[in-house]
């Protein structure tokens, strides 16, 4: 994999405290649509960081809301990482840990560390928002711990709460003020079905799973910057191993949706064909509309591990994928059908002929075409529509030629008579080069 660059001055970047051979990072896409171009950018930095330091890379499934996910997305998101060359390690689900998550969730209440709330969504949003703290803050270990059972046995009180972590309400980060560790979902999960009626939410789940999973350094876009205390914070409250977090900015294309939310809203509404439709950003949607994944890894790898926020132009991407599809896309010569119009040559060959020309001519590995010439070509109706009498055309890979008259039937083009001038092309620059097709080529 090429060097990863910083910045443009072309230093190789290092992850803090990192040493060879003991680096573990991980890519942990949540299994609710499949993987998009920012999600590409994600993936690959993780690859290269686990190749630098010759280190381990888990791929795993934050699978904590059952209400968004399916196996369909499992699937296609390991399609995905395929498609873009990452090789991992091992794949682990977050599932795989709720049992031990929900001990956590437990100890935590035993200890006074987090605490059962009832409070209204919107009332706890706002409550927040003002550093209020909530009337069950301090609720006994006993009350907590009735709330947790009624909470795990899905009951209709156990809905009505949520676990939330005891951590400071005055703090200026918000996301340290008491944030939601669990709460209740009836949904059957993809994996576990309905075993379970409690989930964590990321904010609880992530930091004690790359603890456990010996991640040495969690890859954060720096959209999350605000949430790192948090990160932190509750690591230290479950009194697990610290994880360096390291940020990178979050991929943004101009005029692009990449939010899941949306695109599915997308999908559902049947505005597109599905995930993988041709104007998607998705992985699959751009790999169908041409995009080469060797133009992608080097469009994300240009950008580095930069935390500084970037939008990013399509044409960028698309002038890369250029330069390595033109040397070897096929190359064929075609008149579109629909009224194509017939150009009579006074003097050209009186009996069609062949040359053998190269398919391109700057590539000679794209091989060669053979090429019939004729005193009747075939022309598109769009060029025909803006030549002029007595104008000077080049007529691709043959030369110029000069139109003499312009038969029309009510308006519409019938007919161009012409004479070839192929030498005009060394005296005079045509603005208009057309490609055609011999009379002997049947249309």
Known sequence: MPGLKENTSGHEIDLPGAKVGEVCVRFAPEPSGYLHIGHAKAALLNKYFAERYKGRLIVRFDDTNPSKESNEFVENVLKDIETLGVKYDVVTYTSDYFPKLMEMAESLIKQGKAYIDDTPKEQMRSERMDGVESKRRNSTVEENLSLWKEMVNGTRRGTQCCVRGKLDMQDPNKSLRDPVYYRCNPDPHHRVGSKYKVYPTYDFACPFVDALEGVTHALRSSE?????????RILQDMGLRRVEIYEFSRLNMVYTVLSKRKLLWFVQNKMVEDWTDARFPTVQGIVRRGLKIEALIQFILEQGASKNLNLMEWDK?????????????????AVLKEKCVLLTLANGPEEPFVRILPRHKKYEGAGKKATTFANRIWLEYADASVISVGEEVTLMDWGNAIIREIKTDNGTITQLVGELHLEGWKKTRTSLTISTLALAEKL
């Open 224 to 232: 999350y910057h605000d949430r790192n205390a948090q990160y932190y």
């Open 317 to 333: 991407l698309w002038t890369i994928n250029k330069k390595i599809v033109d040397p070897i896309c096929g190359r064929h010569t």
